[in-house]
């Protein structure tokens, strides 16, 4: 997996962010009734209005405005409530601010306010009385409430921002979390994550069929912690190899460029080598492929379920309880593993790399309780194909930091393309994604190294 | 005492077990034709597995046995749309996935899951939603029947309890549940005490 400064300059690294991208000045927005003010009642009118028309869902929407009127005179003007509901039937201005508008002064304005919040939750934008655009009449100009628009969803950036307060203003907090490469990668970075992505794609074009890969990798000491391709239609006998880099790596090198499936992903004609892609199908388990051994097949074993469970053994392994040895331990993981037995089989992992990392915490003075792991607490994910939302969901449960897919799932991809998980604000955990463009030739490069590293298992390929 | 509650009650007390060993207590059991024909608990904290929620136990535990019996993939898809699944608390997005996936015929869960709630709280997983996708395909997706709130009470209560007992993962201060720069999920936060951990 050598890879030099070219390919890394090459390589385009994304970020999926929480929400769909959207240009600045193209922000969803929705009705508010607001009403002008005067300048002693402002502080008493927002309590209030904060407590019986609390604005849902628009917290970063300030409730006060000001505003420079011809002349030089400042005028504030305040939000009463939202203009509508969200199924759009209509809505009359709630009795306790009606009451609210009444007891400050605001009296002889309530019937206008009554009729142009009628006028504009049919929807119309335009004044009851005259019928031109609101206020552009004369009879608006001085109308003491408007329906406004504001912005729905908080700004993410400067310019979303900068943008939205030219409507009404907002507050705007940066994101308070810093997940290394959102704001870009450097050179090193770049090329550290093309290369965990090639160890991906390599393991996906290596079996029997194209399935889906998972490497989960530590960044700040560029370990592969674990992987695993999809086992839900049983790899191939290949899935006993005891070193993780030889991991169902297999293929045939004439093959491959007859079938450089993984260079046309969209194109159509390939679509039957998809198949067996277990994030793209999760409900494929059921058809028979008949090469496949009977007794080796899990619908849910989609290649980051096992290797969720593969970095849980290591960890079990390199860090036992209380004092048992790591062996003990092993024995133990092995007996309750809950993964029954068409899987046991495959002790995998226990690499060379494992143990020289035990003896290093040993020599650290016992098994230090800083290095241990808490999850996947800071790791990173390398998949193929973005992952459907099953296993979106269990990379938050198990705590993985960053993302990286180099292929859309448009069936049922949970990052981006049907789902948005990352942008479910209520879960405990929240990663970041990005897509990794991997250029035509270094595909082509990682394909034919995986094809010449693997001599073993060509036999294997019965397609 | 009706059927269903019958059925939640065995699920309770597998959420019991889990809260003896000091786990996130969720448990489940998986019916056919009226009989338990497998259950399962949390398993979070002793795997090191935040994916190994009582769901996924019980699922894993039933394949293992059909496919020891000799069942074929169509027979096994068959007997999972014959089967009932209670459960203490919503399944997560994560395991209302795996059950849509799995074919499961219908769920009845104690609890709601505010946080990770995966059949109605956050997304609705149960839905059957067959749609036309872009690339011209139908996607297969299944649906399942669901029912919340069947002795939501007793479940919460667990929840309640664990979160007294503390959590063996947490930092070790006894009380809370929650990583550094995670939000907290028990009240201490001020948040009604409706369960969101399941991990």
């Given at each position: 997996?050598?890879?030099?400064?070219?390919?890394?300059?090459?390589?385009?690294?994304?970020?999926?962010?929480?929400?769909?991208?959207?240009?600045?000045?193209?922000?969803?927005?929705?009705?508010?009734l607001?009403?002008?003010?005067?300048?002693?009642h402002?502080?008493?009118?927002?309590?209030?209005?904060?407590?019986?028309?609390?604005?849902?869902?628009?917290?970063?929407?300030?409730?006060?405005?000001?505003?420079?009127?011809?002349?030089?005179?400042?005028?504030?003007?305040?939000?009463?409530?939202?203009?509508?509901?969200?199924?759009g039937e209509?809505?009359?201005?709630?009795?306790?601010?009606?009451?609210?508008?009444?007891?400050?002064?605001?009296?002889?304005?309530?019937?206008?306010?009554?009729?142009?919040?009628?006028?504009?939750?049919?929807?119309?934008?335009?004044?009851?009385?005259?019928?031109?655009?609101?206020?552009?009449?004369?009879?608006?100009?001085?109308?003491?409430?408007?329906?406004?628009q504001?912005?729905?969803?908080?700004?993410?950036?400067?310019?979303?921002?900068e943008?939205?307060?030219?409507?009404?203003?907002?507050?705007?907090?940066?994101?308070?979390?810093?997940?290394?490469?959102?704001?870009?990668?450097?050179?090193?970075?770049?090329?550290?994550?093309?290369?965990?992505?090639?160890?991906?794609?390599?393991?996906?074009?290596?079996?029997?069929?194209?399935?889906?890969a998972?490497?989960?990798?530590?960044?700040?000491?560029?370990?592969?912690?674990?992987?695993?391709?999809?086992?839900?239609?049983?790899?191939?006998?290949?899935?006993?190899?005891?070193?993780?880099?030889?991991?169902?790596?297999?293929?045939?090198?004439?093959k491959?460029?007859?079938?450089?499936?993984?260079?046309?992903?969209?194109?159509?004609?390939?679509?039957?080598s998809?198949?067996?892609?277990?994030?793209?199908?999760?409900?494929?388990?059921?058809?028979?492929?008949?090469?496949?051994?009977?007794?080796?097949?899990?619908?849910?074993?989609?290649?980051?379920?096992?290797?969720?469970?593969?970095?849980a053994?290591?960890?079990?392994?390199?860090?036992?309880?209380?004092g048992?040895?790591?062996?003990?331990?092993?024995?133990?993981?092995?007996?309750?593993s809950?993964?029954?037995?068409?899987?046991?089989?495959?002790?995998?992992?226990?690499?060379?790399?494992?143990?020289?990392?035990?003896?290093?915490?040993?020599?650290?003075?016992?098994?230090?309780?800083?290095t241990?792991p808490?999850?996947?607490?800071?790791?990173?994910?390398?998949?193929?194909?973005?992952?459907?939302?099953?296993?979106?969901?269990?990379?938050?449960?198990?705590?993985?930091?960053?993302?990286?897919?180099?292929?859309?799932?448009?069936?049922?991809?949970?990052?981006?393309?049907?789902?948005?998980?990352?942008?479910?604000?209520?879960?405990?955990?929240?990663?970041?994604?990005?897509?990794?463009?991997?250029p035509?030739?270094?595909?082509?490069?990682?394909?034919?190294?995986?094809?010449?590293?693997?001599?073993?298992?060509?036999?294997?390929?019965?397609? | 005492?009706?059927?269903?509650?019958?059925?939640?009650?065995?699920?309770?007390?597998?959420?019991?077990?889990?809260?003896?060993?000091?786990?996130?207590?969720?448990?489940?059991v998986i019916?056919?034709?009226?009989?338990?024909?497998?259950?399962?608990?949390?398993?979070?904290?002793?795997?090191?597995?935040?994916?190994?929620?009582?769901?996924?136990?019980?699922?894993?535990?039933?394949?293992?046995?059909?496919?020891?019996?000799?069942?074929?993939?169509?027979?096994?898809a068959?007997?999972?749309?014959?089967?009932?699944?209670?459960?203490?608390?919503?399944?997560?997005?994560?395991?209302a996935?795996?059950?849509?996936?799995?074919?499961?015929?219908?769920?009845?869960?104690?609890c709601?899951?505010?946080?990770?709630?995966?059949?109605?709280?956050?997304?609705?997983?149960?839905?059957?939603?067959?749609?036309?996708?872009?690339?011209?395909?139908?996607?297969?997706?299944?649906?399942?029947?669901?029912?919340?709130?069947?002795?939501?009470?007793?479940?919460?209560?667990?929840?309640?309890?664990?979160?007294?007992?503390?959590?063996?993962?947490?930092?070790?201060?006894?009380?809370?549940?929650?990583?550094?720069?995670?939000?907290?999920?028990?009240?201490?936060?001020?948040?009604?005490?409706?369960?969101?951990?399941?991990?």
């Open positions: 997996m050598d890879c030099n400064g070219d390919e890394s300059a090459t390589v385009k690294i994304i970020h999926i962010p929480e929400k769909p991208p959207i240009l600045p000045h193209c922000q969803p927005t929705v009705d508010v607001a009403s002008a003010i005067e300048p002693k402002a502080n008493v009118l927002v309590r209030k209005l904060n407590h019986i028309a609390p604005l849902e869902g628009l917290r970063h929407i300030k409730r006060i405005r000001k505003t420079c009127l011809d002349g030089g005179k400042n005028q504030l003007f305040v939000i009463l409530c939202m203009g509508s509901r969200n199924d209509t809505t009359y201005l709630p009795e306790e601010v009606l009451e609210l508008v009444n007891t400050y002064q605001l009296s002889t304005f309530t019937t206008k306010v009554g009729h142009l919040a009628y006028v504009m939750l049919k929807g119309l934008k335009f004044c009851f009385l005259c019928f031109v655009e609101m206020m552009s009449c004369s009879h608006c100009y001085f109308t003491p409430s408007h329906l406004i504001v912005c729905k969803y908080a700004a993410l950036t400067k310019e979303e921002w943008e939205q307060c030219k409507l009404w203003p907002t507050s705007f907090h940066p994101p308070t979390y810093n997940i290394d490469g959102i704001t870009g990668f450097s050179e090193e970075d770049s090329s550290s994550v093309l290369n965990f992505m090639k160890l991906a794609v390599s393991m996906a074009k290596s079996c029997t069929s194209v399935v889906n998972a490497v989960i990798v530590d960044p700040s000491s560029k370990h592969v912690i674990a992987s695993s391709c999809d086992e839900v239609q049983s790899c191939n006998p290949l899935t006993n190899s005891t070193h993780m880099e030889s991991c169902c790596s297999g293929a045939n090198a004439n491959m460029e007859k079938d450089p499936i993984l260079l046309k992903c969209s194109s159509s004609e390939a679509k039957q998809y198949d067996n892609i277990s994030c793209l199908r999760p409900w494929g388990w059921l058809e028979q492929r008949l090469h496949l051994r009977p007794d080796s097949w899990h619908p849910l074993r989609h290649a980051a379920i096992v290797a969720i469970e593969n970095s053994a290591r960890d079990r392994r390199l860090f036992p309880l209380d048992h040895s790591a062996e003990l331990a092993q024995e133990d993981c092995k007996v309750s809950p993964i029954g037995s068409p899987l046991k089989r495959q002790k995998t992992y226990t690499n060379v790399k494992d143990d020289d990392e035990r003896m290093e915490c040993h020599r650290n003075g016992s098994l230090c309780d800083s241990k808490y999850l996947c607490t800071g790791y990173d994910i390398y998949f193929v194909w973005e992952p459907c939302i099953m296993c979106a969901m269990a990379i938050v449960h198990q705590r993985i930091k960053r993302v990286f897919y180099a292929f859309p799932n448009p069936n049922d991809g949970a990052l981006g393309s049907v789902h948005r998980l990352q942008g479910e604000r209520s879960l405990n955990h929240h990663y970041a994604v990005f897509r990794v463009l991997l035509e030739h270094i595909l082509k490069t990682v394909l034919l190294t995986t094809a010449t590293k693997v001599d073993q298992c060509t036999t294997q390929i019965s397609l | 005492m009706s059927e269903v509650d019958v059925f939640m009650k065995l699920a309770l007390e597998q959420a019991k077990l889990a809260l003896d060993s000091l786990e996130v207590p969720v448990g489940c019916i056919e034709d009226q009989k338990v024909i497998s259950s399962g608990r949390n398993r979070t904290t002793e795997t090191r597995n935040a994916t190994r929620h009582a769901e996924m136990e019980a699922i894993d535990a039933l394949l293992e046995q059909w496919q020891k019996n000799g069942s074929t993939r169509e027979e096994v068959l007997k999972f749309s014959k089967c009932s699944l209670y459960v203490t608390c919503e399944p997560c997005i994560m395991c996935a795996a059950l849509s996936i799995i074919g499961i015929k219908e769920v009845y869960y104690g709601g899951n505010d946080k990770f709630g995966g059949c109605g709280s956050i997304l609705s997983l149960h839905t059957d939603s067959s749609e036309k996708l872009a690339s011209g395909g139908v996607s297969r997706k299944k649906g399942f029947k669901c029912t919340g709130g069947i002795m939501a009470s007793e479940a919460i209560d667990l929840f309640r309890s664990f979160y007294e007992q503390g959590n063996p993962n947490g930092k070790g201060d006894g009380e809370h549940f929650f990583r550094p720069g995670e939000a907290c999920s028990c009240p201490c936060a001020g948040q009604p005490i409706l369960v969101s951990i399941r991990v």
